[in-house]
């Protein structure tokens, strides 16, 4: 019997401080400071960090 193959992939969602528009990346790279909206193409350089986990 074949095995079904199982990954895990953490998803950071990122919220566009000038449109308010939502969109999602996997694997962010941890040092990657400056974003760009893919929604309206502006740049986002302050990214707060709000952990909802407990």
Not at 8 to 30: A, D, M, Q, Y
């Amino acid at each position: 019997m074949k095995s079904t193959i199982r990954s895990k992939e953490v998803l950071t969602h990122f919220r566009c401080i000038f449109c308010n528009k939502w969109w999602t990346i996997g694997e962010v790279p941890i040092t990657k400071t400056k974003w760009f909206c893919p929604w309206c193409g502006k740049l986002q350089e302050k990214i707060n960090t709000q952990n909802k986990s407990k």
